[in-house]
């Protein structure tokens, strides 16, 4: 069992820079691959970034190549996404999730992971 809790949400101006982190419970955090989700209002959840147990290997939607980065910290059993750049269309409620087994194909459908958190808020005004 694993409980994700994410923080560092809040408002800022477009092209401003925020960092969520998204702290796990457990010892078996470097097991898994985890993946940050958002959800606008009014619209389905989409994946946003994914990194791998080993942290080797990160993933991202086009739309945040470049302005977004996906990390960990095995020793924090932390992940964390920093967001540059911040644009109005990067409001939602972001959240963070772990899953384990996952092929490469698998990682931009939620289904695909086991645990998530409870999400944090992110509002850019323009």
């Known amino acids: 069992q694993v409980q994700l809790v994410e923080s560092g949400g809040g408002l800022v101006q477009a092209g401003g820079s925020l960092r969520l982190s998204c702290a796990a419970s457990?010892?078996?955090?470097?097991?898994?691959?985890m993946g940050w989700f958002r959800q606008a209002p009014g619209k389905e959840r989409e994946f946003v970034a994914h990194?791998?147990?080993?942290?080797?290997?990160?993933y991202y939607r086009d739309s945040v190549k470049g302005r977004f980065t996906i990390s960990r910290d095995n020793a924090k059993n932390t992940v964390y996404l920093q967001m540059n750049s911040l644009k109005s269309e990067d409001t939602a409620i972001y959240y963070c999730?772990?899953?384990?087994?996952?092929?490469?194909?698998?990682?931009?459908?939620?289904?695909?992971?086991?645990?998530w958190g409870q999400g944090t808020q992110v509002t850019v005004s323009s």
């Open positions: 457990g010892r078996t955090f470097s097991r898994y691959s």
């Open positions: 999730a772990a899953g384990t087994g996952m092929i490469l194909s698998s990682i931009w459908n939620s289904n695909q992971y086991d645990y």
């Open positions: 990194i791998r147990a080993n942290g080797g290997n990160t």
